[in-house]
């Protein structure tokens, strides 16, 4: 059974950074593409940023573009989000997926989830 387990989260003050963590198990990691999503109280859930297996390819929501990065060890079965000038509106669960091969921007096109991980931006 696949499972993803994030990491990382916490209060950080608006305009720090922080490093959120997505460690895999029971799938072979380095075939899957990665995903990070997240979900604000009372919104739907949103996709931030994704990263191809290869690592050849990332794609960023444009609330993300330039001030996050994704990256991915694929020796470690990890993928990482790299969050830099954070912002109030930023605060949400962030969740961590995957999906064979193909990056993908749309939550119904991930099968496995991980549970997230809290983060909150003290104005």
């Known amino acids: 059974q696949v499972q993803l387990v994030e990491s990382g989260g916490g209060t950080v003050p608006a305009g720090g950074s922080l490093r959120l963590s997505c460690a895999a198990s029971?799938?072979?990691?380095?075939?899957?593409?990665m995903g990070w999503f997240r979900q604000a109280p009372g919104k739907k859930r949103e996709f931030v940023a994704a990263?191809?297996?290869?690592?050849?390819?990332?794609n960023y929501a444009d609330s993300g573009k330039g001030r996050f990065i994704v990256s991915r060890e694929n020796a470690k079965n990890t993928v990482n989000l790299r969050m830099s000038t954070v912002k109030t509106e930023d605060a949400a669960v962030y969740y961590c997926?995957?999906?064979?091969?193909?990056?993908?921007?749309?939550?119904?096109?991930?099968?496995?989830w991980g549970r997230g991980t809290q983060v909150t931006v003290a104005a």
């Open positions: 997926a995957a999906r064979h091969l193909a990056v993908a921007t749309a939550e119904k096109q991930y099968p496995y």
């Open positions: 990263i191809s297996w290869v690592s050849t390819t990332t």
């Open positions: 029971e799938l072979v990691f380095g075939t899957y593409a």
